[in-house]
Each structure stands twice: as structure tokens, then as C-alpha cells.
């Protein structure tokens, strides 16, 4: 059974709420804003925040220039491929991330010289002897070592053991340079009382980096992805996170089209948003865009409307068998578009026609003048089978009436009542005297020369048909379906544009009138053949007055099929 298709965890497929519930089981949907379907909005906002962490961390390193020789290198080095990881997310979502690189310089020059023989790590112990010396004050300890520097150490101890033996201790070995760089490194340990950021935190410390990723992606990152373990993985993260959301797209997707559900044409726009959101992402997509418009069929309606029609469509049985879901859906349209076919061509049944004049209680029936008969029409009452004593005939052209002593042109449509039952019945005669060549309109003449129709006119192709009973119906429903579709040329193919005027009247109504008339008038044994034509009128035709104008009667339905 057709129905608006729906995602894994029950969400209306494309709706906003589909698209947080499969954005919260990612870690997209613990970004800012990351609840909707707009994917490379919300990556160009992290790209954006990216830029703006590597700018806080250049402008940190640059205040601490002078003192990041203190930090050290394991965080130096785990900060730097932190500066990395956001470079890389500003690429990502079309950033430009310009300090990453000084950041990088910064951070692996740490203030010091351009080149040296020996690791941070040996320096920032050497110089961290230099300022932890119990035996001398802090000026001592830097004299004695800058001397050492310049000429050895021991010109510098000057036969002091302990003097000679603190320097050994600090220089280890390596050499008058090494202390010369060992003693750099001390004075910059000395300016390093503050290595704190803009956050407060010390620079490269786990908590530094912490606020920093918080600040861009507006959570915590996953351990396995974070700057914990040295090596951020930000846009693997990210990346994977958003071929998630396309794989459940797909999986929803594809199950929806074997389902032959529907997607309502707001939540397709999104789904085809979403997929071309993820695209610009750099995510591949495949042809998921093409199924969101396969699904897309739905055209609206009035459900119960349309179930209807599904059931009366199969109940003439003159199209394969239809589920009654209340969808119009292409198998419906075409069922529909065979429908009208097989009615032009008159293999629709039709129910049995009321006989409107109850001819053999009253002896009176339907039938046409000469000229009528020739043309199909029904517009005389016939009298025991031979009088055509009251007929609706149409303008008669060159023929004239005398009123009054003038003569007057037949050019309208007008009553006739035949002298052929003159002195049947004062009643009668009262009439023809008074009503014969009586006018009457165009509308009713149309009718009225119909009066075997206690059906419906329909033209379709330029056939005039008579239609009642479930193919009525059908005809009805379907007529007022098509007006309430939305958008069904383009989504099921017609390439028929139907125009027509409301089927109207009251000819169900009319018709149980007309016979209610007619048996009453019936029972009037010798003024039958005038109360039969007069009450039938008033009870079938004059009723249907009541409803529509009789012009609405005829239906022009252009159609030409597929």
C-alpha cells in the first residue's frame, strides 16, 4: 500500500525531524546547528571557527615568544599538529587558515635560535639545573655558567671543586656551546612565570587544546579523534560522520522506492537539499537525487476522494485492479485515463434507464417527433402509442405563428400541443389553447428534447454519452480529483489537459422526482395524458432546476490520451 514514506526511526522521510534524528546519531548532530539538512552551511561555520583557533593560538604564541621554550616539546609538538588538524577542517569547509604555518614556525622554533646541535629537551634540562642550583642564588648560578660558556669551565671554577662540579653537572659533557644555549634557555625559563593563553589555560596543556576543539565544534570530540593522543583527526571525523548521514539517506531511500511510497513535494525539495548539500561537502552521493524524484509522485488530492474513486473503479472492473489507499499515484491516473477511454468507447456498463412516464399505468411513453427520431432526440410524450400530442420542438425557420393578427416568426424553441386530443379533457384543451407554441428556452430545450436523460450528458472526444450509475461516479470523482491535484502533469506524465465545466445538476434527485410525478399523475386515469407530462416535469426536470443551471449539465472533457 502506497503511503508517505518514513526513515529508520520512524520520522516522515525529508522531514526536519528525520533530519536531526539521523544528524544526533553522528557526532554532526552534537555541532552547532547541526540539526538540520543544511550540511555545508554548518561545515563553512566550522571552517570559519577553525580560522578563528589558529588566530588565537598565533596571537598566544606570539605574547609567550620569548617563553615557550618552558613548554614542553610533547606538548609543543601535539599543539602544532593541533593547528594541523584545524588547517585542515578550514580547507575543508573553503577556509583559508593563513597562521598555520607561523603557528607551526613558532612552535618548533620556540623562540631560539634557527639552528642548534641540540634538542629542546636537553636545553630546557640544562637550564632548568641553572635555575634549580641549591648551593648558588640565581645570579651566582648565571655568572658562573655565562663564564664557562666563554672560557671554560675551568677558568670559570677557578679551582673550586663544587663550582667545577655544578658546571659539569649542567654541561654534561656537551661542550661550551651547549652551555652557551643552556644559559639562553634559562634566561627565557626565567620570562615563562606566565604561560598562560587567552583561556587561561597553560599553552599546549590537554585543558588548553580542550577549549580550543570546544570552541570550534561546539562539544567534546571523541577521545580517538581529539588532541589527547598527539594526532587529531578532525576531518576524519567529520567525514565520516557525513557519509553516515548519506548511507542512511540511501538505505531509506532505496527501501522507500520498493516500497513505492511517496515523499510530499516540501520534504523532497529538502531531501534533494540535503543531497546536494552533501556534495559540496565532498561526499558522494551516487544517484540518490534521482530516487528523492522518483518518489516525489505525489500529486494531493482529497484522500477520501480518491479511495472512492480506487473502489469505484474497481467495482466496474474495466482496469486492473487498484489498492484502495486513498494515493493518487500513476497506477490510479492510468487506471483513471483507461477509464475515460473505455467510456468513449462505450464499453463502461451503465445501469437500466428509470422510465420517466410509468407508461403502463398511464398509457403515456417518451418518444420523438419524425424529425427528432432522425436525430436520436426524445422531445415528444406519445399517447397510446400513436398520438405525439406534447413535443419540444426547436426554432422552425420560415414558418410563422399568428398573435393578436400579426404574424410572428417560429424562431425560438417552444412547447407544441397537438389539437390530436382536443376534447379529451377540459384540462387538456385549456392548454392547447393557452400553451401550444408556448417559448422556452435554450437551456431547457436542451434538456427537455433529452427527456429519456435521467442520466448525465457527458461529451468526451467529441462524443455526446450518457452516463450514470458507478461509471457517473466514477466520472464525477474523478473530474473533481483531477481539479484538486497538485503539479500532476509534471510528475505523472499527462500530457492531456483536461478542461471542463462542473458536472451539475440534480439528476439523481430529478430522476426519483420524475417518477414520483409520473405515477401520481398516472393514477388520474382520463387526465393521464396532462397531469403524466405535467407532474413528471415538475417533479424530474422543473427539480433539477433547483440544482445547477441545466448549462452545466453538459460536460466538454478534452482528452486525448497518453
Not at 635560535?113 to 640565581?138: D, R, V
Not at 403524466?532 to 441545466?550: H, R, T, W
Request: glycine content about 10%; aromatic content about 10%; some cysteine.
Amino acid at each position: 500500500m502506497s503511503r508517505e514514506a518514513t526513515g529508520s526511526h520512524g520520522q516522515i522521510l525529508g522531514s526536519l525531524s528525520y533530519f536531526s534524528q539521523i544528524n544526533r546519531s553522528t557526532f554532526w548532530g552534537n555541532l552547532q546547528h547541526g540539526e538540520g539538512f543544511d550540511y555545508y552551511r554548518v561545515l563553512r561555520e566550522l571552517a570559519s571557527r577553525a580560522d578563528g583557533a589558529i588566530n588565537s593560538i598565533y596571537d598566544d604564541l606570539q605574547r609567550r615568544k620569548e617563553a615557550l621554550i618552558a613548554i614542553p616539546e610533547s606538548d609543543r609538538k601535539k599543539l602544532a599538529k593541533q593547528v594541523r588538524s584545524f588547517y585542515d577542517v578550514s580547507s575543508m569547509g573553503g577556509g583559508f587558515g593563513n597562521r598555520c604555518s607561523d603557528c607551526e614556525s613558532l612552535l618548533e622554533a620556540s623562540g631560539g635560535s634557527s639552528f642548534s646541535f641540540f634538542t629542546q629537551n636537553e636545553l630546557q634540562e640544562a637550564a632548568k639545573k641553572i635555575k634549580g642550583s641549591w648551593a648558588y642564588s640565581s645570579t651566582e648560578a648565571e655568572t658562573l655558567v655565562e663564564r664557562a660558556a666563554k672560557w671554560g669551565i675551568d677558568w670559570a671554577a677557578d679551582g673550586d671543586d663544587r663550582k667545577k662540579s655544578f658546571l659539569k653537572e649542567i654541561e654534561d659533557g656537551k661542550g661550551q656551546r651547549f652551555l652557551s644555549e643552556a644559559l639562553e634557555a634559562y634566561k627565557k625559563l626565567g620570562n615563562a612565570s606566565d604561560l598562560s593563553g587567552r583561556s587561561g589555560y597553560r599553552i599546549g596543556s590537554d585543558s588548553y587544546m580542550h577549549t580550543l576543539e570546544r570552541d570550534v565544534f561546539g562539544c567534546t570530540v571523541p577521545t580517538s579523534y581529539s588532541a589527547d593522543w598527539g594526532n587529531p583527526q578532525y576531518v576524519k571525523l567529520l567525514r565520516e560522520a557525513l557519509q553516515e548521514i548519506a548511507s542512511q539517506i540511501q538505505h531509506n531511500l532505496e527501501e522507500a522506492l520498493r516500497s513505492n511510497w511517496y515523499m510530499r513535494d516540501e520534504n523532497a525539495e529538502h531531501m534533494r537539499e540535503a543531497i546536494r548539500n552533501l556534495e559540496r561537502c565532498g561526499v558522494s552521493t551516487f544517484s540518490l537525487s534521482g530516487i528523492a524524484d522518483k518518489l516525489a509522485w505525489y500529486v494531493g488530492g482529497d484522500g477520501y476522494k480518491i479511495r472512492q474513486l480506487q473502489q469505484k473503479l474497481n467495482e466496474l472492473g474495466v482496469t486492473d485492479h487498484l489498492t484502495e489507499d486513498g494515493v493518487y499515484g500513476k497506477k490510479t491516473h492510468n487506471a483513471w485515463l483507461d477509464f475515460l477511454d473505455k467510456l468513449e468507447h462505450g464499453t463502461v456498463p451503465t445501469l437500466a434507464w428509470i422510465n420517466l412516464t410509468q407508461e403502463k399505468l398511464s398509457g403515456v411513453r417518451l418518444g420523438g417527433t419524425t424529425s427528432a427520431e432522425r436525430q436520436g432526440l426524445y422531445n415528444a410524450f406519445i399517447y397510446n402509442d400513436k398520438y405525439r400530442y406534447i413535443h419540444f420542438d426547436p426554432p422552425h425557420d420560415g414558418l410563422h405563428l399568428k398573435v393578436n393578427g400579426k404574424r410572428i416568426p417560429i424562431n425560438f424553441p417552444h412547447i407544441n400541443i397537438e389539437e390530436q386530443l382536443k376534447g379529451h379533457d377540459p384540462l387538456y384543451d385549456w392548454l392547447q389553447q393557452n400553451y401550444n407554441h408556448y417559448p422556452i428556452s435554450d437551456e431547457a430545450y436542451a434538456v427537455l428534447s433529452r427527456m429519456d436523460n435521467v442520466k448525465k450528458v457527458v461529451r468526451i472526444g467529441g462524443k455526446i454519452l450518457l452516463v450514470c450509475g458507478i461509471a457517473l461516479d466514477a466520472l464525477e470523482l474523478g473530474k473533481a480529483i483531477e481539479e484538486d491535484l497538485h503539479d500532476a502533469d509534471g510528475k505523472l506524465g499527462r500530457t492531456t489537459l483536461s478542461t471542463a465545466a462542473s458536472i451539475g445538476g440534480q439528476w439523481g434527485g430529478a430522476a426519483l422526482g420524475a417518477k414520483l410525478g409520473a405515477m401520481i399523475g398516472a393514477l388520474g386515469t382520463i387526465y393521464a395524458p396532462v397531469t403524466v407530462p405535467i407532474l413528471s416535469l415538475a417533479g424530474g426536470i422543473a427539480g433539477s432546476f433547483a440544482g445547477d443551471a441545466l448549462a452545466k449539465w453538459v460536460v466538454d472533457i478534452t482528452y486525448v490520451g497518453e
